[in-house]
Every structure is written in structure tokens, then in C-alpha cells.
């Protein structure tokens, strides 16, 4: 009966003990058995500090030294003939002009540099979905992917080059923005590798010099 009784109570404290404050809101700090690191001595942004003579937790950059993480290049920002990129050619990071409207000349200079930079590009970030030649052919259609837009469609052929940059830049439908992969001017180097892939694919006899002709036994 002793043990009996003794086991009793013990289960009664402790299901009290587990259970019986559930829900409870404490207002007194809990009890800390083991308080790890919880407290600890620091300095604390502005606050005072006897320890330096300027009597400051902050402490000034060490001359000569480059805090890392920062990529603001202060002295060339703050200088007076600092000029903002954006705002020397916005239509490069906007597509847009003036007005607003999808722009359709390159902000650009087209080149053979800008090209070759687009098919590098092309190859590497779109080919998977859009193909080799623009067909939409890609390999994720292998994969289950059946949407992909062919570049070979009137539409986008007549598109503003604007309009496309934007779709590079945000993404459209099933297709991701690619303004964190490329750069503006690497978007518009694919951009000129897209229309080139438009064009091969949607040339005329006409487009062929005259001279060339006869090498393709026209
Ligand atoms: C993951 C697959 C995928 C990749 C990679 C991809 N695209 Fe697309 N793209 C799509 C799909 C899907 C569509 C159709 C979107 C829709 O109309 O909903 C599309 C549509 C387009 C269109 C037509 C937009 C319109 O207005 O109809 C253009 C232009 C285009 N992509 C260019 C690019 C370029 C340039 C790249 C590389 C920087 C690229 N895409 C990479 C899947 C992809």
C-alpha cells in the first residue's frame, strides 16, 4: 500500500508537472538551467565604451582597408562628374523610348562581336527550350515540355526588339526572367542572335547578293 500511495503521488506531480501548465503565459523570466551564451558582454551599435578614447562602440574603418560585401564604389558615385548609367541610355535597360513605346532599333552597336556574344549566350541559357534554330525544338520537349515558342511565327518576327528584351528580361508564361544571368547588353546580343535565327530561317532569293548567286547554283 506504501509503494502504491508513493507511485500514486508521483504520477499525480508529475502529469501536474508536464501537463498542467500547458498554455499558461508566465510573466516572470523563465528559469534558465543552462543559459548557454544567451548573456554575454558586447558592444552595441552607438552605444558608449570606455575603453577607446572617443568613448564610441563604433569604430571607424581601418584606413587603407575595403569593407567587404560592399560593391558601392563610394569616391566615383560621389564624384562630381559621376554619371548614372540608366540615365545615359535608358532604352538599354528598358527597351522602351521616350514615349513608352517597345523601341525598334538596337540600343547598341550590332557587330560581329555583339553577335558571336549572343550565339555564346543563345547556346547556353536558351537553346534547351527554343532549339538550335529558334524552332522551339528544344531538348526539354523531350522532357515533357511542349509549350516553347517558336521564334519562326510572323508575330514575333514582326515584334519589336523592345518587346522581346522585355520578355528576356521578365520571363513570360512558362519561361523565366533572365535579368539576373544576363546582363542588358548580353540580352541584346541574343536579341540580335534571335533575329539573325529569324532571318536564316525566312530568307528570299532577294536576300542573296548577286553575286553570291551563282554559289548556290541560283
Ligand atoms: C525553360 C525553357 C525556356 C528557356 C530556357 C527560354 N525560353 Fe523563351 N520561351 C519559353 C516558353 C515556354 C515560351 C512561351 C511563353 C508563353 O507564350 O507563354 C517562350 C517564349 C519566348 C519568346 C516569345 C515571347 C512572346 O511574346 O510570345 C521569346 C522571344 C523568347 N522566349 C526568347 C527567349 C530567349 C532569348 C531565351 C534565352 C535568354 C529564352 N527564351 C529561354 C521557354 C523558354
Redesign the pocket.
Known sequence: MRYFLGIFVFICVAIVAILGFRGTKFTKPPLYIFPDMDWQQKYKPQGENHFFNDERDDRPVVAGTIPRGYSWEMKKVFSKDYEYALALNPSLYTGKDEKGDWIKEFPVEVNHDLMALGQK??TC??M???GASGDGN?I?REYG?I???S?HVD??RE?AIG??FN??TDG?????S?ADK?SPYE?WA??AY?RALQRAQHASIENVPQAHRAALGL
Do not use: P, S
Request: aromatic fraction near 12%.
Open positions: 549566350k543563345f541559357f536558351c534547351v527550350c527554343h528544344g526539354t515540355m509549350a516553347t515558342a521564334y508575330r514575333l515584334m518587346e522581346i520578355t528576356v513570360k508564361g512558362q519561361m523565366n533572365y544576363l540580352r541574343v536579341i534571335v
